[in-house]
């Protein structure tokens, strides 16, 4: 069965940087496209970034474009996301999840705040 676990989340202010880790357990990772999505209070889940198997392919929403960097490491199991010049608007719960999957992990929270 699969497992995800997100860490990395916090308060950070505008302008600042985080970077968010997902160990993944439980199945092949390195067959899996991967993906992270937010759900700020209120709003849909909605996709933040998704990496294919070997890394080479990358997709970006438009609100995150330019300033986040998803990567992965399939020796490690972990997918990463890498979070530059924070917005306010950029404030959710952060998931890991596999592509075409019901797996999720349980999320990690993101503030950014002055």
């Known amino acids: 069965q699969a497992h995800l676990v997100e860490s990395g989340g916090g308060l950070v202010q505008p302008g600042g940087s985080l970077s968010l880790s997902c160990a993944a357990s439980?199945?092949?990772?390195?067959?899996?496209?991967m993906s992270w999505y937010r759900q700020a209070p209120g709003k849909e889940r909605e996709l933040v970034a998704s990496i294919g198997m070997v890394g080479r392919r990358k997709n970006y929403s438009d609100s995150v474009k330019g300033r986040f960097i998803i990567s992965r490491d399939n020796r490690a199991n972990t997918v990463s996301l890498q979070m530059n010049n924070l917005k306010p608007e950029d404030t959710a719960v952060y998931y890991c999840?596999?592509?075409?999957?019901?797996?999720w992990g349980q999320g990690t929270q993101v503030t950014v705040s002055s």
């Open positions: 439980g199945f092949v990772f390195s067959a899996w496209d």
């Open positions: 999840h596999i592509v075409r999957s019901n797996s």
